[in-house]
């Protein structure tokens, strides 16, 4: 399993299997044994096989054609809706309508999402997260009639994977991302050695090059994660967060 | 490993045996083949294994035994720094101080977290979250020096159980969590029968019991998760965000 862990890509491309119920019921099983918030399992998840909802869904993740090419797409939900209807019914007054509640929901549906996706990806399926979930979170509440203290968190595609596979992505080393006992900053000089094997791989000096750019940060910064866009996709999703009841 | 992954359980009891560092850092090996937000990498972890240090952070984790009986303590972050400070020296400028890339980074860093956890117990390890980390962010902040555009997500204690292992919680049916095509709302009759067999656990009847409650919920609302308590931690949480720069 642990090779298994080591080796595994994001999957965009299924062939034509579709994912049986049963084993998608067993994943949740499995996932459902995540940690979470005091055992009050705060998160849902939205299972989208129908073509016309996911054709429904598909702009506000960008027409990325995973979200149409793959059998199954899951949208996983920091939910407080469900709590708070139980302890409406058992004469019990919760205070959840807040941001550290939508923070303790956040940390539940990610627990629960990832844990299926390893679950998934030791049985042979293959996953594709959609960080686009949260840049529009209005459409897709609306295109799956999510309620007050419900907001979609993080959404993935699921399948099998189609051959060939991908090429697996490079990573920082260890060094970029671990800290013993405190934080310690980074400098030019490690920034310059942690970056190194990042920057001159082939693919990377590509990007830079067919994008017209000077670095691989600029690509970054320029065209894919860009101020004005993340700004206002900020505004947008705090905007959904109040309509849902969690400011 | 989908038998370990069902069997699992909370660790909150640690035997002597020390976690060595390269089991760690193989750990963390796997965890970095999580999937994340455009390949950025927006986490960091930092590594407690100093006495002191720990008993630093215990009281912001409201002096729960495990944060100073586990031979480590991990702390996940939110981290925009280590992307910035690359940018700045590629004559890149990242607009990344801001909630949307807040929330990239916390899905980021839970799918790091937990994909570490997964792996551990795989290797014969157990695990504690400690939700506290986000009631009481500022003085982690503080005891682990983290710099602006670095917040701290969630933390869990790491060691190998000491015996006997205590039972596993109970969980919602999948009924509960699992919607098809669109969210189905919750009805009286539904809760009625999805939380039943919740409300009839003995563990939880002896609940109510002690805390001089007449229902379940009102445990949860009256005692562990209560509206004045959500609410000031709310505020905290949203004072550290802006203080590192995300709001």
Same mark, same amino acid.
């Given at each position: ?13 299924? !062939?034509?299997?579709?994912? #049986? ?8 099983? &499995?996932?459902?044994?995540? !940690?979470?918030? /005091? ?14 909802? =996911? ?11 995973? &979200?149409? $090419?793959? #059998? ?12 708070? *209807? ?8 919760? /205070? ?21 996706? &390893?679950?998934?990806?030791?049985? $042979?399926? $293959?996953?594709?997260?959609? $960080? ?6 209005? #459409? ?12 979609? &968190? ?12 991908? =090429? ?23 920034? +310059?050695?942690?970056?190194? +094997?990042?920057?001159?791989?082939? +693919? ?7 994008? /017209? *750019? ?24 705090? =905007?959904?967060? =109040? ?5």
């Amino acid at each position: 399993m642990m090779e298994n862990m080591k080796n595994r890509r994001t999957i965009r491309q299924y !062939s034509v299997q579709d994912v #049986p119920d049963d084993l998608l019921n067993e994943l949740f099983e &499995v996932a459902s044994r995540a !940690s979470n918030t /005091g055992n009050i399992q705060l998160y849902s998840v939205v299972v989208t096989r129908d073509k016309s909802r =996911k054709e429904k869904m598909a702009p506000a993740h960008f027409n990325q054609p995973m &979200v149409t $090419g793959a #059998p199954v797409v899951l949208t996983f939900c920091a939910d407080a809706n469900r709590f708070v *209807k139980w302890a409406s019914f058992r004469n019990a007054d919760a /205070g959840f309508d807040n941001f550290q509640t939508f923070m303790a929901a956040v940390i539940d549906s990610m627990l629960f999402a990832q844990t299926f996706c &390893v679950a998934a990806e030791e049985k $042979g399926l $293959g996953i594709c997260y959609l $960080g686009t979930t949260t840049y529009n979170a209005a #459409p897709i509440i609306e295109a799956l009639s999510l309620p007050r203290l419900v907001v979609p &968190v993080t959404a993935i595609t699921v399948g099998y994977p189609a051959e060939p596979l991908p =090429k697996q992505c490079e990573r920082l080393p260890l060094d970029a991302i671990v800290h013993r006992e405190q934080y310690n900053d980074y400098t030019k000089s490690s920034i +310059d050695a942690l970056y190194r +094997d990042k920057e001159s791989l082939e +693919d990377n000096l590509r990007f830079v090059e067919e994008n /017209g *750019k000077e670095t691989l940060a600029q690509v970054f910064t320029d065209i894919r994660y860009t101020r004005k866009n993340n700004e206002y996709f900020s505004d947008e999703f705090l =905007k959904v967060l =109040k309509q849902q009841g969690f400011l």
